[in-house]
């Protein structure tokens, strides 16, 4: 699997970007303080200016941009995807370096717990312990559904690798 080495403007810190992962993850696996809140296209708190290389914007009309970024050449590293080396403007900051580098696994399904009509605890099984401060959220990218979701878990941090989400169904 390629890597592209991703530089940050004026600064020391760089990171790496395994090929298919996006900016923000990849720097947030790295340790590095990018910032964001929704890792999802929504917000624009991870908007960046590309210095120079290439990437796949894989939401372009994303609503965390407004005009006027766009106007400007601003992109989400939440929604770019390298295919290059890059060098980016993006003010980095320690207050945003997860406590917790997100890792990305694999999980199994094990229980569907119903807790309404339209609600249900989803119980997950992964390769990793369960690590997370309250108010924390996962990306899950399920087969046959496009793009990734975010849900907070519901259950607490633990080593048994359990992963809860409380996720209501939508009508």
């Excluded at 600064?11 to 990849?26: I, P, Y």
């Excluded at 624009?44 to 407004?66: D, H, M, R, Y």
């Excluded at 207050?95 to 696994?105: M, N, Q, W």
């Excluded at 607490?156 to 996720?167: P, S, T």
Aim: proline share 4%; charged share 25%.
């Amino acid at each position: 699997m390629a890597t592209h080495k991703i530089s940050i403007n004026g600064q020391k810190e760089s990171f790496e970007c395994k090929e298919g992962d996006t900016l923000l993850r990849a720097a947030l696996r790295a340790g590095l303080g990018a910032p964001y809140e929704c890792n999802s296209g929504g917000c624009g708190a991870c908007k960046f200016e590309l210095l120079s290389g290439q990437v796949e914007n894989i939401w372009p009309t994303a609503p965390g941009l407004s005009d006027r970024d766009l106007k400007k050449g601003r992109q989400l590293s939440c929604q770019c995807i390298p295919t290059e080396d890059c060098e980016l403007k993006l003010r980095t900051n320690s207050k945003f370096t997860p406590k917790h580098k997100p890792i990305k696994t694999i999980a199994r399904l094990y229980d569907i717990r119903p807790i309404t009509a339209d609600m249900s605890e989803f119980c997950f099984e992964a390769e990793h312990g369960a690590s997370f401060e309250a108010g924390q959220f996962s990306l899950l990218d399920i087969a046959g559904v496009d793009g990734s979701r975010a849900y907070s878990m519901s259950n607490i941090a633990n080593n048994d690798r359990h992963w809860h989400f409380i996720i209501k169904k939508q009508f």
